[in-house]
Structures are given as structure tokens and as C-alpha cells.
């Protein structure tokens, strides 16, 4: 499968359409950059010896940190590269499995929704669906992104 896409317009995108990450292993590096980026320092994603004894055994991904990390491999992928005008939010998001250092995890992302906008003659909304799995197919993430993408048109 592939990893790496051309960047996709509006007219590009169809319901139905999926596309698959490459994987990337969770670092002690992003645990930290996330604290230190948001200031969320609990001692649940911070500190190895309280989290030992919680209810996970190790240190956890903030769920905020999950559902960046598969953004980024959204990102990764190619197909909004220079094609999304905005980022609109989110309709649900679902974390059921916690996220620990040295998993590996990958996407796969399905464009669920594409609508006109009566606002916008140069973008329309596109849903993405995505699933972020680890190394042994344990989901991590689920939920869904709402992105502006760019008609072909608007470049010219």
C-alpha cells in the first residue's frame, strides 16, 4: 500500500476514498516536547514511579497527544499538502486504548463526508475518519477531522 500520496484537491476527494499512513514509534522525546508545549505535566504521562503503581503500570499519552500524533501523520501522508485552507474541528473522538513510549503506531484515514459550501467558491468541506492502531492492532485512536479543502480551480 501506499505511504505517500499527491497533494488531493477538493475534487479529488470522493467518499470512500482511503489512504494509509507510514508508521512512526512513540518516543520518550514526545512525551516530553508535549508537556513542554502544553504545560500538562501530570504525573500520569510524567512520572514513572507514580505511574508504576496507577491503573496502567507505565507512564500514558495525554489523549490530547494521541489525536496530535495522528494529525501528523495525516500531514505526513501528502494529501493536504498545500490543499488545506483550514482545520474546522471535530465531531467525535474516541481514545480506547492507552498510548505508551516504543509503540509503534500507524492510520488509516477514510473520507467519510464531502459537501459544497454556499460560503466558500474556492474550498468545500471534506470528513476524514481515522483510526490509529499500534504494532499489534490495538486501536489508540478513532475519530473524525473536518478539513477545508481547496478546489483545483482556486490555484489558478
Request: aromatic share 12%; charged share 25%; glycine share 8%.
Amino acid at each position: 500500500m501506499a505511504y505517500s500520496y499527491e497533494p488531493h484537491y477538493f475534487e479529488d476527494m470522493e467518499v470512500g476514498k482511503t489512504f494509509e499512513s507510514a508508521g512512526r514509534t512513540v518516543t520518550e522525546t514526545d512525551f516530553v516536547m508535549h508537556s513542554m508545549f502544553t504545560g500538562d505535566w501530570t504525573e500520569l504521562h510524567t512520572n514513572t514511579e507514580y505511574a508504576e503503581d496507577g491503573p496502567f503500570g507505565a507512564r500514558i499519552a495525554q489523549g490530547p497527544m494521541t489525536f496530535i500524533l495522528s494529525t501528523g501523520l495525516f500531514q505526513r501522508t501528502g494529501v493536504v499538502e498545500r490543499t488545506v485552507v483550514a482545520f474546522l474541528g471535530m465531531n467525535y473522538m474516541d481514545l480506547p486504548n492507552a498510548l505508551g513510549v516504543g509503540e509503534t503506531i500507524s492510520c488509516e484515514f477514510e473520507c467519510t463526508e464531502k459537501r459544497e459550501l454556499e460560503s466558500q467558491d474556492d474550498a468545500g468541506l471534506v470528513i476524514i475518519d481515522t483510526t490509529m492502531t499500534n504494532q499489534d492492532g490495538e486501536t489508540k485512536f478513532e475519530g473524525d477531522m473536518k478539513f477545508l479543502f481547496r478546489r483545483r480551480s482556486s490555484d489558478s
